[in-house]
């Protein structure tokens, strides 16, 4: 399995608080996404990095922010959390962009109350 | 937009059968095709990644195939086990974006 964890695995928290979702990977790839899971939804891209630093929006990005300071962590910020993104969010790595096969993290489930 | 479909729902089989999940999408500039697996409460397992220049891949007992004209790929699974129980998913990049469409999934049972 590729060496990616994400922290917490689960989180309940209240509307209006901020929350931090961390994504580590120790496979040193360059792309790193963030997607949340939804019944009726699927799975949807919400911000993706491709370095340090460098990060871009996917699908669903608003309400939501990311950095990248090392290239071994991802981390995803819901500024104000909302009940509507009560979620399970996984953290994804690939070596490439495109044409690149993506490993999946262990997922993060998070209630909104 | 790129809209991908997987039929059926799910599936519940015999132990032993052969069967083949399907994946389709709407537009078929694609730059790749990938299968996933995952397990009640897991992340996703890659399976197999077709490129759009290719017409299958192969792995064990699994066999994904893609047809770009007709906007079709199947993924088939050759004597099916009970450990082969989980959602099946297929996402789908398209040409000139970085953003995977993935589709909701097909659920499978393998019954001994």
């Known amino acids: 399995d590729a060496g990616i964890t994400q922290s917490p695995r689960h989180k309940v928290t209240e509307t209006g608080t901020p929350v931090t979702l961390r994504c580590h990977q120790t496979?040193?790839?360059?792309?790193m996404y963030w997607y949340r899971q939804d019944p009726g939804h699927g799975l949807r891209l919400i911000h993706y990095?491709?370095?340090?630093?460098?990060?871009d929006k996917g699908e669903v990005s608003d309400g939501y922010s990311v950095s990248r300071s090392k290239t071994e962590d991802f981390l995803l910020t819901l500024e104000s959390a909302t009940s509507s993104q009560t979620s399970v969010y996984f953290c994804?790595?690939?070596?490439?962009?495109?044409?690149?096969?993506?490993?999946f993290g262990p997922g993060t489930r998070l209630l909104v109350l | 937009k790129q809209e991908v479909t997987q039929i059926p729902a799910a599936l519940s089989v015999p132990e032993g059968e052969n069967l083949v999940l399907n994946c389709s999408f709407t537009?078929?500039?694609?730059?790749?095709l990938q299968w996933f697996r995952q397990d009640p409460g897991k992340g996703l397992t890659s399976l197999l990644l077709?490129?759009?220049?290719?017409r299958e891949q192969t792995s064990g007992r699994l066999n994904a195939s893609l047809d770009k004209s007709s906007g079709r790929s199947t993924l088939y699974i050759a004597a099916s086990q009970p450990g082969d129980s989980a959602t099946y998913l297929c996402?789908?990049?398209?040409?000139?974006?970085?953003?995977?469409?993935f589709g909701r999934g097909t659920s499978l049972i393998v019954h001994p």
């Open positions: 996402a789908v990049l398209s040409g000139g974006s970085y953003i995977p469409t």
């Open positions: 537009d078929s500039a694609i730059y790749n």
């Open positions: 990095s491709y370095g340090v630093k460098d990060t």
């Open positions: 994804a790595i690939s070596l490439g962009l495109a044409g690149e096969t993506q490993y």
């Open positions: 496979e040193n790839h360059r792309y």
């Open positions: 077709i490129q759009s220049s290719q």
